[in-house]
């Protein structure tokens, strides 16, 4: 399958990536546009998911997030949600000017952090006509009440505190881990199995990848409430794929948020854990997002 480089304006921020053509399709199709979660760069499996679109007939549009990877952006390694949001809608304006997109076929996917995301996207943008958040991330609220002790937490907001005064008198941002081996000490993501996929693929598909993001990155991830919107979803066609045995993004909460949303959903339960959907539960977890999308834009069409 054809694959190229692509770069596009998001006011002002180049962001990069790759375009994946339809495979056996000749004039406009249907597009996947898609990006990664917290901090992960687009080669992490991101190739393998755009190759199963675009063997079903779906073009494919991959970005790193500002801030990472390959796209522009300062301060590095900063994630600010509400922007990604924005920065998905500019790759969808983005696919639209490409001869090979029907830009009334445009489906959004997303994973763990850009799940939730995706979420919002479906509610906000009607230029999206199908939905699939994979082991997303639906409140950042009560996702840092899973995973931080509530002892640590006031710890958390004086170093919260200490960072905006710091930046207030003109110091650059502090920075925190994404992941530690020790799942007690500071980390954006203090789970052991988010060490062991971070830093094993980092190491194997992505040296680009950086343990680092902006404190206040942590900050916003907790103001952050994707399922505030997914009752507004609908009519647009909403797949969530949610791991049972997910400790990052625990399952409960996104089944929680599943219930609220309306028809047209479906709800797929993976037997394994978070980041399973990337390598060993690959074939469980891309099978029905590509036959969501084939269903909902028409990829044999």
Known sequence: MARRDIEFDAEGVTLRGWF????????????VVMAHGFSAVKEMYLDKFAETFAAAGLNALVFD???FGASDGEPRCEIDPVQQVRDYR???TYAGTLDEVDPTRIGVWGSSYSGGHVL????ID??????????????????????VRADFRAGFRQMFDDDRA????????????VVAEDPLAPSALPTPDSWTWFTETGKTRAPSWKN????RTVEMLGEYEPAAYIAR?????LLMVVAREDHLTPAHLAIDAYERAREPKRLVILPSGHFDAYVDGFDEASVPARDWFVEHLGAGR
């Open 212 to 215: 680092e993001v902006t404190l």
């Open 20 to 31: 994946y053509d339809a495979d056996g399709r000749s004039g406009a199709a249907p597009t």
């Open 166 to 177: 710091a930046r207030f008198r003109g110091d650059p941002p502090a920075m925190v881990p």
């Open 233 to 237: 979803i609908s009519p647009t066609p």
């Open 90 to 92: 500019h790759a969808i």
């Open 65 to 67: 997030n500002r801030n």
């Open 126 to 147: 009607r230029r999206v006509q199908a939905v699939v958040a994979q082991v997303p991330l639906v409140s950042g609220s009560a996702n840092i009440a899973e995973l």
């Open 120 to 123: 919002v996207l479906g509610a």
